[in-house]
């Protein structure tokens, strides 16, 4: 899938995708935004945004173990790319950049909470 596709489908599913469920709250701008970051340097290294993330998450010193999900076994094949990718320093710096705003953020499960 071509990042433009990538990036249409994001879109469409952001406009069909009601604000209230579970996915749909993280589905704003600033989210959108960071997406958008994560599938152009991964189109940059020729892996997948999942691959990328997953290989920026293993080169990070406070991070001992991550923890993927896959329902497919094409996820899993995927996901083990991440093993393989060498990641320079300026590409480790820009998602650290791009993850900032993100570090944070509310808990996942704070849509749990009772509103106040």
């Known amino acids: 899938m071509t990042f433009k596709l990538t ?3 994001i879109k469409l599913t952001y406009v069909n995708v ?6 749909g709250k993280w ?4 989210h959108l935004q960071l997406v958008k970051q994560v599938a152009l340097l991964a189109k940059n290294h020729d892996t ?12 990070r010193s406070v991070v001992s173990t991550i923890i ?3 329902t497919r076994e094409e996820q899993v094949m995927e996901n083990i790319k991440c093993l393989s990718l060498d990641l ?19 808990s996942f499960a704070s849509y749990r909470l009772p509103s106040e």
């Open 88 to 106: 320079d320093s300026s590409t480790i710096e820009a998602l650290n950049h791009a993850s900032m705003p993100f570090i944070y953020g509310e």
């Open 7 to 9: 990036f249409i489908l």
């Open 48 to 59: 997948s945004p999942a691959a990328l993330s997953l290989g920026w998450l293993l080169s």
């Open 18 to 23: 009601c604000k209230t469920t579970i996915i």
């Open 27 to 30: 589905l704003d701008d600033k």
């Open 68 to 70: 993927v999900g896959a």
